[in-house]
């Protein structure tokens, strides 16, 4: 079995910092694909970056140049730096990552975390 965990959410102001980190664990081969996505209250869950294979990058247009992820292949942990946050970044945010598992290749989801940005 395959868990990711987040932390790192929490209350900020306008400007302000968060780091989020996501850590896999259990039986993994390889993975694939981690990535953070964000579902707003009455929203739809939409993607905020991504890292595929240790190194190639994806971000939403709403945080680039904001948002930073980070992959630490050793340790199955996957981090989001983000700053200058913004009001409208306030959502909880969902770990995701595609892991051969050893039988087959499955897509798996974190808890969430919580950020709020106050303005």
């Known amino acids: 079995q395959v868990q990711l965990v987040e932390s790192g959410g929490g209350l900020v102001q306008a400007g302000g910092s968060l780091r989020l980190s996501c850590g896999a664990s259990g039986t993994i081969r390889s993975i694939h694909v981690m990535g953070w996505y964000r579902q707003a209250p009455g929203e739809r869950r939409e993607l905020v970056a991504t890292?595929?294979?240790?190194?190639?990058?994806n971000y939403a247009d709403s945080v680039k140049g904001r948002f930073t992820i980070s992959i630490d292949n050793a340790k199955n942990t996957v981090y989001l730096q983000m700053n200058s946050l913004k009001p409208e970044d306030t959502a909880a945010y969902y770990c995701?990552?595609?892991?051969?598992?050893?039988?087959?290749?499955?897509?798996?989801w974190g808890q969430g975390t919580q950020v709020t940005v106050s303005s």
């Open positions: 890292i595929t294979n240790g190194r190639v990058t």
């Open positions: 995701n990552a595609d892991i051969n598992n050893g039988l087959t290749l499955r897509s798996y």
